[in-house]
């Protein structure tokens, strides 16, 4: 059984993160001609791949799965997580699978040597499938000034879990994310929504299981459903992550 992990917490941590947005930046060029959502999930648990995935494609869209390739199958405090099976699965609905360590390790308290021997381990896993792991989060949003120069040269983008919208110019090695997660993550993510639209920018959300009971971390399927459903009324386009990079 795979159990919580916690994050340094601390002022010193709060501290460290904070720097790491100073540092190593890489603009992104974005061009929008309409504000954009993108619809992403880490660590993949299987409810995320059938639940997830399925109220995407009902709005033909896709989304952006931040993939643990050594949590395949294990058990865990969201449930089960994807197998090979379901992820190749994902790959062909036409879904991104992007990476997320190969073992969920903090890439801060990680070595540099180890951090890169977990992210070949990874990304040749996520390749054995067909997927072309490009981009990458945070696990736990734990980052660090010698860990954001180590994978910006390595990925095509970083996503951390700091709130906030991404506009030209805006860090593609520390890109920000809303967490559609816990009792009022429907509200928090709905009300980012409308400030990507007035700031015509791109936000993006991020989600774990996705469950009728959801862990602290996850949210339910029809919760997911109202806000993918809001962004397209609204007039957002969703893309993946590597879409938006991409264009």
Not at 22 to 51: E, W
Not at 55 to 78: I, N, P, S
Not at 130 to 159: C, D, I, N
Not at 225 to 240: F, N, P, Q, S
């Amino acid at each position: 059984m795979i159990q919580p992990y916690t994050p340094d917490i601390s002022l010193a941590g709060k501290l460290r993160r904070r720097l790491a947005r100073l540092t190593h930046r890489r603009p992104a060029q974005l061009n929008l001609s309409r504000p954009v959502v993108s619809f992403t999930f880490d660590d993949i648990p299987a409810s995320a791949a059938h639940a997830g995935a399925a109220a995407l494609e009902k709005h033909d869209a896709r989304g952006t799965f931040y993939v643990c390739a050594g949590l395949f199958g294990q058990e865990g405090h969201m449930g089960r997580f994807a197998d090979t099976a379901e992820i190749g699965a994902l790959i062909h609905q036409g879904h991104e699978v992007a990476g997320h360590t190969l073992n969920h390790v903090d890439c801060h308290r990680t070595s540099s040597a180890d951090l890169c021997a977990d992210l070949d381990a990874n990304d040749a896993a996520l390749r054995g499938l067909g997927a072309a792991p490009l981009h990458f989060a945070y696990p736990y949003g734990e980052v660090s000034p010698r860990a954001k120069k180590q994978l910006g040269a390595r990925y095509a983008s970083l996503r951390g879990v700091h709130k906030g919208l991404v506009h030209d110019g805006g860090d593609r090695n520390q890109l920000p994310g809303v967490g559609i997660e816990g009792l009022d993550g429907e509200a928090v993510a709905r009300a980012w929504i409308d400030r990507a639209l007035a700031q015509q920018a791109w936000l993006i959300l991020y989600t774990h299981d996705v469950r009728e009971s959801p862990s602290p971390w996850g949210c339910t399927p029809d919760a997911l459903e109202r806000l993918i459903a809001y962004a397209r009324t609204v007039g957002c386009d969703i893309r993946t992550v590597g879409e938006v990079l991409g264009a």
